[in-house]
């Protein structure tokens, strides 16, 4: 009797636990196709902005069932795929139990709310119905937020006529309104085919590709993206790319915008952070946590921050950032703050050096820092804190400048 109990209490306990943290949810995918014969495979897919990933593979049984499970998966749309015979695209929300035959799939109510949306046999007027109903009937769900993604933008009734005053409006009305359903800072709308082929047609296909215009619309995407660190980097990464592969006159001028914007935080940097600039969207966990300090010999004991500013002397643009270095230095250094300058050139130079650094040093045989610090004809700005763990890596001298105003040194 006592054993029943406490078997009980354990039940009750993991349930509690469950429901209390929703990353503890497992994915639980059962696929039944009766004609498939058995050791046939079957592959589950899903998206990550325009890239489909194989999440994992299985064979059926010789009843024709086969099971996916694991740790949770993110919230989006994921496919379930038998070469050659069978390919069924479901949604995937925070419950994640589902099951999937011929006839359809069952499981939670936003799952079973998607499928039966997609295979209805629907005109545009009754589709875009349905779609605002499910959209208030699942309010604040993975499945309001991908419906609503789908949405397109309605057109005001004055601005549809042909005249070239009116389609000129028209097009400054959708451009200006292209993303008020889209949420760029939803992580899971990343696993969807919707993310990528969305900035995509905005970026190339809806934008005269005129530099200033493109780098107004780049900004104005990455402060939409930027509730989310994933989304920001994500659409950060998309912009460089773009600026990279496509030939527009002065295109470098957008990845020069882009370039030294990118800004890397650790949790804790974050933490130093006011409330109400720890959502910011470029907070990432840092992958370079600490610094070797025995490589250096530190001038000052009470040291707060070290500021490293990795250089290198045949680098135009790094000798033209010094300058703005050694004022920044001079500004924050009696707020307890170390500069230190490291020249990552190789072979190493006889003569150059940077004024006013608190050390300024060679670091020959240090190659790391280089491919860490050094790339794309950038300085590199690195904040560590007085134990030399990284707390960020800065692509601009501002961008340091405002994070070191903001923890209020």
Request: glycine share 6%.
């Amino acid at each position: 009797m006592h054993k029943a109990v406490l078997r009980l209490l354990k039940i009750a306990v993991f349930s509690l636990l469950l429901a209390g943290n929703g990353s503890l949810y497992a994915y639980r995918i059962e696929a039944s196709l009766d004609a498939a014969p058995a050791g046939t495979s079957v592959f589950l897919t899903g998206y990550y902005g325009d890239r489909v990933l194989v999440i994992d593979s299985t064979r059926f049984d010789t009843f024709g069932n086969a099971v996916f499970s694991g740790a949770s998966l993110p919230q989006g749309i994921y496919t379930l795929f038998v070469p050659g015979c069978f390919r069924y695209e479901f949604l995937l929300a925070d419950e994640q139990t589902v099951g999937i035959n011929r006839k359809g799939v069952s499981g939670n109510a936003q799952t079973e709310a998607f499928a039966a949306f997609m295979s209805a046999d629907l005109d545009k007027t009754q589709a875009e119905a349905r779609r605002e109903l499910l959209i208030k009937q699942h309010s604040g769900s993975f499945l309001a937020s991908y419906l609503s993604a789908m949405q397109p933008i309605q057109t005001p009734d004055d601005l549809l006529s042909d005249e070239p005053a009116q389609m000129l409006s028209r097009y400054r009305y959708m451009r200006r309104h292209f993303f008020d359903r889209f949420d760029l800072s939803d992580a899971g709308l990343l696993h969807t085919p919707l993310y990528a082929e969305t900035i995509r047609y905005y970026f190339s296909n809806f934008l005269t590709q005129q530099t200033d215009t493109l780098i107004a619309a780049a900004y104005n995407l990455l402060q939409k993206a930027s509730g989310n660190s994933e989304t920001f980097f994500f659409v950060m990464d998309f912009l460089v790319d773009y600026s990279l592969r496509n030939d527009v006159e002065n295109i470098e001028r957008l990845h020069r915008f882009l370039q030294p914007n990118r800004c890397m935080l650790s949790e804790k940097a974050l933490q130093l952070l006011p409330e109400k600039s720890r959502k910011m969207g470029f907070i990432l966990p840092d992958i370079f946590p600490h610094i070797p300090y025995q490589s250096f010999n530190l001038p000052q004991v009470n040291t707060k921050f070290c500021i490293f500013y990795f250089w290198d002397g045949a680098c135009p643009r790094c000798l033209s950032d010094a300058a703005s270095w050694q004022k920044l230095m001079n500004k924050h250094r009696a707020k307890s703050c170390t500069g230190i300058a490291v020249n990552v050139q190789t072979p190493r130079p006889a003569t150059i050096t940077l004024d006013n650094a608190d050390l300024s040093i060679h670091a020959s045989g240090f190659s790391a820092y280089e491919r860490m610090f050094l790339t794309n004809a950038y300085a590199k700005i690195v904040l560590t804190a007085s134990d030399g763990e990284v707390l960020g890596i800065f692509g601009s001298l501002q961008a340091l400048d405002t994070f070191l105003k903001q923890i209020q040194l």
